[in-house]
Protein backbone atom coordinates (compact mmCIF):
# COMPACT_ATOMS: atom_id res chain seq x y z
CA UNK A 1 0.00 0.00 0.00
CA UNK A 2 1.16 2.94 -0.53
CA UNK A 3 1.77 5.95 1.92
CA UNK A 4 -0.54 8.61 2.82
CA UNK A 5 0.62 11.95 1.52
CA UNK A 6 2.25 14.93 4.10
CA UNK A 7 1.51 17.89 2.31
CA UNK A 8 2.66 21.31 2.98
CA UNK A 9 -0.71 23.27 2.00
CA UNK A 10 -3.92 22.62 3.27
CA UNK A 11 -6.64 22.14 0.06
CA UNK A 12 -10.19 23.38 -0.27
CA UNK A 13 -12.83 24.04 -2.94
CA UNK A 14 -14.78 27.01 -2.87
CA UNK A 15 -18.31 26.81 -4.08
CA UNK A 16 -19.66 30.27 -5.51
CA UNK A 17 -22.77 31.70 -6.24
CA UNK A 18 -22.69 35.27 -8.25
CA UNK A 19 -25.43 37.72 -8.86
CA UNK A 20 -27.36 36.60 -12.22
CA UNK A 21 -25.21 37.88 -15.04
CA UNK A 22 -22.04 38.18 -12.79
CA UNK A 23 -20.11 35.00 -12.78
CA UNK A 24 -17.40 36.11 -15.57
CA UNK A 25 -16.94 39.25 -13.99
CA UNK A 26 -16.13 37.49 -10.34
CA UNK A 27 -13.66 35.10 -11.59
CA UNK A 28 -12.06 37.76 -13.62
CA UNK A 29 -11.67 39.82 -10.50
CA UNK A 30 -10.57 36.96 -8.15
CA UNK A 31 -7.63 36.53 -10.71
CA UNK A 32 -7.32 40.14 -10.81
CA UNK A 33 -6.53 40.30 -7.20
CA UNK A 34 -3.66 38.08 -7.28
CA UNK A 35 -4.24 35.57 -4.31
CA UNK A 36 -1.95 33.26 -4.47
CA UNK A 37 -3.63 30.63 -3.15
CA UNK A 38 -6.24 30.65 -5.72
CA UNK A 39 -4.84 27.54 -7.95
CA UNK A 40 -7.62 27.10 -10.21
CA UNK A 41 -11.13 28.97 -10.99
CA UNK A 42 -13.32 26.97 -12.82
CA UNK A 43 -17.21 27.90 -14.68
CA UNK A 44 -19.96 25.38 -13.31
CA UNK A 45 -23.17 24.78 -14.21
CA UNK A 46 -25.60 23.70 -11.54
CA UNK A 47 -26.86 25.46 -8.37
CA UNK A 48 -23.07 27.09 -7.76
CA UNK A 49 -21.56 29.26 -10.61
CA UNK A 50 -17.75 29.39 -9.36
CA UNK A 51 -15.76 26.18 -8.51
CA UNK A 52 -12.63 27.88 -7.09
CA UNK A 53 -9.33 25.19 -5.84
CA UNK A 54 -7.83 27.02 -3.21
CA UNK A 55 -4.29 25.72 -1.62
CA UNK A 56 -3.30 27.47 1.47
CA UNK A 57 0.26 26.78 3.42
CA UNK A 58 0.13 24.64 6.53
CA UNK A 59 -0.05 26.69 9.06
CA UNK A 60 -1.77 29.59 8.49
CA UNK A 61 -4.94 31.08 9.24
CA UNK A 62 -7.36 29.68 7.03
CA UNK A 63 -10.63 31.45 7.97
CA UNK A 64 -8.20 34.49 7.43
CA UNK A 65 -7.29 33.67 3.86
CA UNK A 66 -10.13 31.89 2.89
CA UNK A 67 -12.27 35.53 4.19
CA UNK A 68 -10.06 37.63 2.84
CA UNK A 69 -10.32 35.79 -1.34
CA UNK A 70 -13.63 38.44 -1.22
CA UNK A 71 -12.72 41.59 0.12
CA UNK A 72 -14.17 44.24 -2.34
CA UNK A 73 -15.32 41.54 -4.94
CA UNK A 74 -18.74 42.53 -5.72
CA UNK A 75 -21.44 40.35 -7.32
CA UNK A 76 -20.79 37.35 -4.43
CA UNK A 77 -24.09 36.31 -3.29
CA UNK A 78 -23.04 33.16 -1.48
CA UNK A 79 -20.02 30.68 -0.89
CA UNK A 80 -19.26 26.91 0.34
CA UNK A 81 -16.24 25.90 1.56
CA UNK A 82 -15.42 22.21 1.73
CA UNK A 83 -12.08 21.15 2.92
CA UNK A 84 -9.60 18.37 0.59
CA UNK A 85 -7.46 15.63 2.04
CA UNK A 86 -5.29 14.20 -0.76
CA UNK A 87 -4.68 10.68 -0.12
CA UNK A 88 -2.18 9.95 -2.48
CA UNK A 89 0.69 11.08 -4.69
CA UNK A 90 0.07 12.07 -7.89
CA UNK A 91 2.55 9.46 -9.48
CA UNK A 92 -0.01 6.52 -8.27
Known amino acids: MTDLVKEPVQQFFIFVRCEPGRSY ?4 DIARAKKNVVRETSSISGE ?24 GIAGIVRTSTIAAFRLWPDDD
Not at 25 to 28: C, G, I, T, W
Not at 50 to 70: N, T
Open 48 to 71: WDLLLLVEVPSGVDVGREVASLFE
Open 25 to 28: AVAL
